[in-house]
């Protein structure tokens, strides 16, 4: 758990100084964070502070103004989106995106798509080698589909689902990648308490289990301050912040940021 | 009657993703072919069978425009045009090099293919209108430049005879022997896309189609999977090219213009777009229905329509029936004849118990 604090721990992720401007509005300026590997590592801050323009940086979505990534010790910058999934970056969506024409199982299966080869003669054929693949990933998929508890759901279309289970999915989608680092951008918003501690679970063991290095967007505090073994905190597009939970909970500048919001 | 097991266990999942997983989907698979390869074209006069074989041929076309339209979700208004490169692809090879059919149909899709990449590269950077708009432009220019490069389409009305198809050095003339050259063609064409569509990339076109953004943070180079769809949209309708030019014995660009690339569009969207079925239910459809109209017209018609317009009202007739049917689908059954189809079998299937 606090092998954060130790100087020697070997790093997941490495943003520096990030900056992103849409327009005329600072979105995110020269955020520096560091996420040592194995651990859940939130990012907090009010509606707007730039949490979520963060992550699609990360994730590739948006090309930094500004900065560096590292994941490990590569750098992936300049990577587009597709690149950074095949060396083991997955996220989820605040405003889920699911592909609603698919099935569960087949969402889950589009997770399989960087570890898998199939061209296009073998999809045609889909004989001898395409097949023995296609039976290879769903085994893996199913795991996932046991871990998450939507057995009885695989068939189902994902469009059709409520939201809870829609969050749920899109989890599975993310995991199916095998992710070294996994992204989640507000993973809990609009569920309910019943919900909550379902995902909540989930997360823990993914990092547990797995090992996999979470960054997690979360308003919760509770969860917050009791699943995460590191906080950065945004305001306003900078970082304010960062630490313990205990240390963050206990800075000056991050009370004055929430009781200034209106939180 | 049909009779369903109330299960059918599936003890591990490769019998979980077979194609037809129920013994019903095999004996009716069965039953398919026994009915097109043995009762139809025993049935059949040689009119009737020379209308099976253009909608066989219309099937295939059908099937590569839903590949890209159904299920990538990115239109095309020039499937027609890529036809045409088919077509004289085959046709030039066959008058300069005496190649058979089984070298034209390859090379013919291949060079459309070829010719969907140049012209998806720029075509597919944009979406929605300006894409539509992008490959109409590409149905014009190919056009033109076929009709303008007496090189590749032969000089006198920029067309090209075709000889008939031989196999095993017997030529094939009457429409029983093209049904039997056709059939197992678009039989194949039918079962590649069935693999297709549920390999590792079909399910990519799918994610591109609902959810571009999350398709490329998935790993899927969206840009490269487009390409790809056009490609083999492209090469499909090469394909139906050549179909179509052995069928009419000429390669004339006149016959792959503008409006056979809507007919094409209808046939998809009429039925079902993203459906393999749908697609040959569209192609069936829009191929009979000029059929229906002018038989229609003919015999009841002619009673209310001056005999001398009869042949423009059938034509116009046709344009104002695709054109309504388009609309009606498009806005009360999206998911096309196939779904009404599905609807009605699922009625069936419990008979009498409504539910
Ligand atoms: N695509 C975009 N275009 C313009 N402005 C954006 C865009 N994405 C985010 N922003 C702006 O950047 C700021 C940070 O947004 P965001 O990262 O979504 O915040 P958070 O996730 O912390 O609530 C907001 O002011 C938002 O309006
Ligand atoms: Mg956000």
Redesign the pocket.
């Known amino acids: 758990m606090s092998d954060g604090a130790n100087g020697s721990a070997e790093i997941a992720l490495r943003v520096e100084n990030l900056s992103?401007n849409?327009?005329g509005?600072?979105?995110?300026g020269d955020v520096s964070v560091t996420v040592p590997k194995g651990l859940i590592y939130a990012i907090i801050?009010?509606?707007?502070?730039?949490?979520?323009?963060?992550?699609?940086m990360i994730s590739g979505f948006?090309a930094p103004d500004q900065g560096s990534i590292h994941l490990g010790n590569e750098d992936i910058t300049r990577l587009n989106p597709a690149n950074r999934a095949t060396k083991g970056i997955a996220r989820t969506f605040?405003n889920i995106a699911l592909f609603n024409g698919l099935t569960v199982l087949d969402n889950l299966m589009m997770g399989r798509h960087v570890h898998m080869k199939a061209g296009v003669l073998a999809s045609f054929l889909y004989w001898g080698k395409a097949q023995r693949e296609e039976v290879e990933h769903r085994r893996r998929v199913e795991e996932i589909i046991d871990f998450l508890k939507l057995s009885d759901l695989r068939r189902e279309p994902t469009g059709a689902l409520a939201y809870g289970l829609r969050k749920r999915v899109e989890l599975g989608r993310a995991l199916a990648v095998e992710p070294s680092l996994l992204l989640l951008?507000?993973p809990m918003a609009g569920m309910n308490q019943e919900e909550k501690e379902d995902m909540v679970r989930y997360v823990l063991d993914v990092n547990g289990e797995f090992g996999t290095t979470i960054v997690l967007?979360e308003h919760d505090m509770g969860v917050i301050m009791d699943i995460s073994d590191r906080i950065a905190v945004?305001d306003q597009?900078s970082k304010i912040a960062d630490g313990t939970p205990d240390e963050v909970r206990n800075n000056p500048q991050v009370i004055e940021a929430y009781l200034g919001s209106g939180h | 009657m049909y009779f369903r097991q109330s299960g059918y266990y599936k003890t591990n999942y490769k019998s979980d993703m077979a194609l037809l997983p129920l013994p019903i989907g095999q004996a009716t698979a069965i039953g398919y072919a026994l009915l097109f390869f043995v009762i139809l074209p025993l049935a059949f006069d040689e009119y009737l069978l020379s209308i099976v074989n253009i909608a066989a041929i219309a099937v295939v076309g059908a099937l590569g425009l839903n590949i890209l339209l159904g299920y990538t979700g990115q239109i095309s208004i020039g499937h027609g045009a890529f036809m045409s490169v088919g077509a004289y692809t085959a046709a030039n090879m066959a008058k300069y090099l005496d190649a058979p059919f089984w070298l034209t149909l390859p090379a013919g899709g291949l060079m459309a293919a070829l010719i969907g990449v140049i012209v998806g590269m720029p075509s597919l950077r944009v979406k929605g209108l300006y894409l539509a708009i992008a490959t109409l432009a590409a149905q014009f220019i190919i056009e033109w430049i076929l009709n303008h490069t007496p090189v590749i389409s032969g000089g006198i009305q920029a067309s090209i005879e075709m000889p008939r198809p031989e196999i095993f050095g017997v030529v094939l003339e009457t429409q029983a022997e093209l049904y039997f050259f056709i059939l197992p063609i678009t039989a194949l064409a039918i079962i590649a896309t069935f693999n297709l569509v549920r390999s590792r990339i079909g399910r990519a076109f799918i994610a591109i189609r609902d959810q571009d953004v999350a398709a490329e943070i998935i790993g899927i180079n969206v840009y490269r999977y487009k390409l790809l769809a056009f490609a083999i949209s492209s090469f499909y309708a090469g394909v139906t090219g050549v179909l179509y030019t052995y069928y009419f014995g000429i390669a004339n660009y006149e016959a792959f213009q503008l409006p056979i690339s809507i007919d094409y569009l209808a046939m998809c969207i009429i039925g079902g777009l993203g459906s393999v079925m749908g697609s040959v239910y569209g192609a069936v459809f829009v191929t009979l229905l000029p059929i229906v109209i002018r038989f229609f017209m003919e015999t009841v018609g002619v009673f209310f329509v001056d005999g001398n317009y009869l042949a423009q009202v059938i034509a116009q007739m046709r344009l104002i029936l695709f054109g309504g049917l388009i609309i009606v689908f498009l806005v009360v059954e999206p998911e096309g004849l196939n779904k009404l189809w599905q609807n009605i079998r699922n009625y069936f299937r419990v008979w009498p118990f409504s539910y």
């Open positions: 992103k849409f327009g509005v600072k979105a995110v801050g009010p509606n707007g502070a730039g949490k979520t323009t963060l992550l699609n948006y605040q951008d507000e967007i945004l597009g």
